[in-house]
Structure formats: C-alpha cells, structure tokens
C-alpha cells in the first residue's frame, strides 16, 4: 500500500515499523500476541488522522474514510491495559489543546473570527480558492478548529454521541466503550443509544447522518462523519453485542472487526527504559498525525496492483454469496407459502 499526499514530498506519515514496534513491545509485556494489538494501533493512527486521509479502492467511485469499527474480547484485562497505552498520546494532545482554550481565549478566537468573516464582504475575491494558510480562509478554519478539538471520547454514555460531535470541528472521532459502557448502550438501544448505533453506522461508511428529534447545538445534518469504534470488553457482553436481535444494533455488528486475545510468550522481565523510549517515539508520531490533521492535510491512500486485485476478488465473492443468499431466501419464502386447495368437481 502506498500513501499519496496532495503537496508533494508529505506522504510516508508513519511507517509500519513504529506500528508493529508498539505491538510486539505491548505483546511482550502483557504476554500477548502482537497480531490482537495491531488493529487497535491501526485504530489510534485512523483516530489521529481523521479525515486527512482517505482511500481509494477500484470497488467504489469516490474516496473511503479508513475508520475502523474493532471489538476486542477481553477476559483478563490486559487487552484493556494495552489500550490504555495505545491512546494515552491522543488523550494526552486532547488535553493539551483543551488546557490551552480558556474562557478568555475562546472568547479573543471567536471576536477574531468575526474580524475576518467581515473582511469577506469587502475583499472577496481573497476568500475564493486560497489554499495558502496566510488566506483569510485558512485562517478561519485553523481557529475554528481550535474551538472544537474534541478527538476522542471514552465511554460515552447513551444519546451522548451524536452531542459530542458537536466539539469535533471535522466531524472526525475515535469512541471506546469498555465492558460497563457498552452494557449500558445496549441497554438503551432502543431508547437513547438508537441514535448512537446509527451514527456508528454512518461514521463507518463516510455517509452524511440527519439528526432525528435530539436537542442540542446539531441543528442540520452532519456530513461525511468519520468515526472509529474501539471496543474492549468480557466475552459474555460481546456475545450479547453479537446476538443482538435490534436491527440498529444488528447492522453496526455487520460493520464490526471481532478478535479474541490471543495468548503471547511470556516473557521474564520487563525492559522498563525501552517501554518508555517506544512511548515517547510512539508519541510523537501521534502527535505529527494529529497537527497535520489540524493543518487541513489531506493524503489520498492508494492500493498497491496486489492489493487492488484481492480487493476486486473479495467484492466480486461477496457479490455472488449475496446474490446467492436472496435466491435462497426467495426460494424459502415460497416454499413455506400455504397452498390454495384444488377444487374438487
């Protein structure tokens, strides 16, 4: 796979070597396989990156958000540990910029704002395709996202989702639920959370989301969402995710990446300066990721020949598997319709 920028000379973000370096360093630690760790690593650079890079595919017409929708069962707790460790940079930028915001700050960004969208009706003409940050444009995008930073959230409680979108300037964000937090969003699945498990829907596939009956400061539709869901939980409740019979729910699980933890080589002892070099390396990737995001960067991902090939082959198998399944279920409809009875003379 290979990355493509838009200004030249900016692809190659992250390499796979840090990725799978934090999976085996994780791995080794907590005794588990670094295979299981590699699709919440993949999650927090999706996370980080939002909607600054999208992919191509030859099975679709326009570009695809690489959002990530993985539930990871968890019967011991590390799988949750070495999510902790994978997000704690996100959490940690987050922070920053909310720390960085105060009262006062919001107030000097929201009057400058004003300022610069006034200049518009006198100096138009500097406000129509300038893509250099010095333009009035950039500039009101670059402070309007200041006031929205919101990257990630954590166990968002039912119907709380769609609001936090809200303070996500790009309509981008990285959502977890650990065990608790996803008990009590499938309780309220067909009350409060109704609207949560369709908007991971939408934010999976890119696809504009029109916000039905919910109060708040989302008055229109919000366009594009990218959202990726990282789930770590006990076997018990991803079973009931799983099984689900509510077809809101239904459809996300469609969407879902499911692992179990697999079990590593333990290992005797624990290199503590070396986890703590990986973390301050893995940190700073992060932190390119997230301030190319906040720059207005926008990569397009494109699929290697080989790559390209097994995703055609892939979407030609599920076309005929669900061509074949209607046909199936067409023909067991009419088998069980009742038969008229034959007038007898």
């Not at 105060?102 to 300022?115: G, H, L, P």
């Not at 940050?133 to 968002?156: C, F, Y």
């Not at 916000?211 to 990282?230: A, M, Q, R, W």
Request: hydrophobic residues 35%; aromatic residues 6%.
């Amino acid at each position: 796979m290979s990355a493509t920028a838009y200004r030249e000379g900016e692809a190659g973000i992250v390499g796979p070597g840090v990725i799978g370096e934090v999976a085996t360093q994780l791995g080794s630690n907590l005794s588990l396989s670094p295979y299981c760790l590699l699709p919440e690593s993949f999650g927090a650079i999706g996370g980080s990156l939002g909607k600054a890079a999208r992919l191509r595919t030859p099975v679709w017409p326009g570009l695809l958000n690489p959002a990530l929708h993985i539930a990871l069962s968890d019967a011991d707790g590390r799988s949750s540990q070495a999510l902790d460790f994978i997000l704690q940079p996100l959490r940690d930028l987050q922070n920053e910029r909310f720390a960085e915001e105060t009262e006062s700050t919001r107030r000097w960004i929201k009057q400058r704002i004003k300022r610069l969208e006034g200049g518009h009706e006198e100096w138009t003409t500097d406000l129509v395709d300038d893509p250099t940050r010095e333009s009035r444009p950039a500039q009101i995008a670059e402070l309007r996202r200041r006031l929205k930073p919101r990257m990630l959230v954590e166990n968002p409680a039912p119907g709380q989702l769609v609001k936090v979108m809200s303070n996500s300037e790009d309509g981008a964000l990285l959502v977890t639920f650990d065990d608790n937090s996803l008990s009590v969003l499938l309780d309220a699945a067909t009350t409060k959370a109704a609207n949560d498990f369709r908007l991971l829907e939408h934010g999976w596939q890119g696809r504009t989301f029109e916000i039905p009956k919910v109060k708040g400061p989302y008055t229109g539709p919000i366009v594009e969402p990218f959202i990726s869901c990282l789930i770590v939980c006990h076997p018990d409740t991803l079973g009931r995710l799983l099984s689900s019979k509510e077809p809101v729910v239904a459809q996300f699980c469609r969407q879902l990446v499911t692992l179990s933890a697999c079990e590593g080589s333990p290992k005797g002892s624990i290199d503590s300066g070396k986890s703590v070099e990986l973390f301050d390396r893995w940190k700073e990737s992060i932190r390119e990721l997230v301030v190319r995001r906040r720059a207005g960067a926008a990569y397009r991902i494109e699929l290697s020949r080989r790559a390209e090939d097994l995703a055609m082959n892939h979407w030609r198998q599920e076309m005929r598997q669900t061509s074949a399944s209607s046909s199936q279920q067409s023909r067991l409809v009419v088998a069980a319709e009742p038969r008229k009875p034959v007038a007898r003379r």
